[in-house]
């Protein structure tokens, strides 16, 4: 059982440039998640989506997009990079809550190290 | 800002010891928390959780105890070994709703030392 994965694991970036980092579920999960770390800063949302065709901005959005139109698929995007968004990426997964018949858990990927020179 | 802060950014603790990790707080309506382990190069794994209407729960060689009085948050580590060695967050979602996403703290270094 693959759970969560994430590609590519390492890229490096000219400014300006573009990219998409995949992640895919393979567990049925409603919920999926970026979010991207940073030393010193934990774990930051950058954005969300609770179903497939749907997304919302977490706590850092700005300079990024994306995209769920298939379930088990979500997308982020940068369309132009900039050096602040050096950053390891993280995506996850977690069940659709339904009160005290599951946890919170999230389901993390192993995670996408971007360089942007 | 942040509302789940750590007391302590890094930590040592020799082998066999007890481990005793704490995260703070600021929002009374949070009602759930959840510890994390982060090992290096992997992503965070599920540890523990706990609901506001709990004072401690109990795991294989790890309890987290809530105050929610002081708002404060403990993940007690028995019998530490290397393999405890990682990160570890704790993370909160202000309402029990589903729909509001995790807030991380800033994440602790446990090292153990043999």
């Known amino acids: 059982n693959a759970g969560v994965t994430q590609t590519p694991k390492f890229r490096v970036l000219k400014t300006g440039q573009s990219m998409t980092l995949l992640c895919a579920q393979d567990?049925?999960?409603?919920?999926m998640y970026w979010y991207r770390q940073d030393p010193g800063m934990g774990l930051r949302l950058i954005h969300y989506?609770?179903?497939?065709?749907?997304?919302a901005k977490g706590e850092v959005p700005d300079g990024y997009n994306v995209s769920r139109l298939k379930k088990q698929n979500f997308l982020l995007g940068l369309e132009s990079a900039a050096p602040s968004q050096t950053s390891v990426y993280f995506c996850?997964?977690?069940?659709?809550?339904?009160?005290?018949?599951?946890?919170?858990?999230?389901?993390f990927g192993e995670g996408s190290r971007l360089t942007v020179l | 800002g942040e509302s789940v802060g750590l007391h302590l950014p890094t930590l040592s603790v020799q082998e066999g010891d007890n481990s005793i990790i704490n995260c703070a707080y600021s929002?009374?309506?949070?009602?759930?928390f959840i510890w994390y382990k982060q090992e290096s190069g992997k992503g965070p794994q599920f540890i523990i959780d706990?609901?506001?209407?709990?004072d401690k729960r109990q795991g294989q060689r790890v309890t987290v105890l809530l105050n929610k009085t002081v708002k404060h948050l403990s993940l007690q580590i028995a019998a530490t070994q290397p393999g405890d060695s990682a990160v570890y967050f704790c993370?909160?979602?202000?309402?029990?709703?589903?729909?509001?996403?995790?807030?991380f703290g800033k994440g602790t270094r446990l090292s153990v030392i043999a």
């Open positions: 993370a909160e979602i202000l309402t029990y709703s589903g729909n509001t996403p995790l807030v």
């Open positions: 989506s609770v179903g497939e065709g749907t997304t």
């Open positions: 996850a997964s977690s069940q659709r809550w339904t009160g005290q018949a599951n946890t919170g858990e999230l389901f």
């Open positions: 567990m049925n999960h409603e919920y």
């Open positions: 929002n009374s309506a949070s009602d759930y």
């Open positions: 706990i609901r506001s209407n709990m």
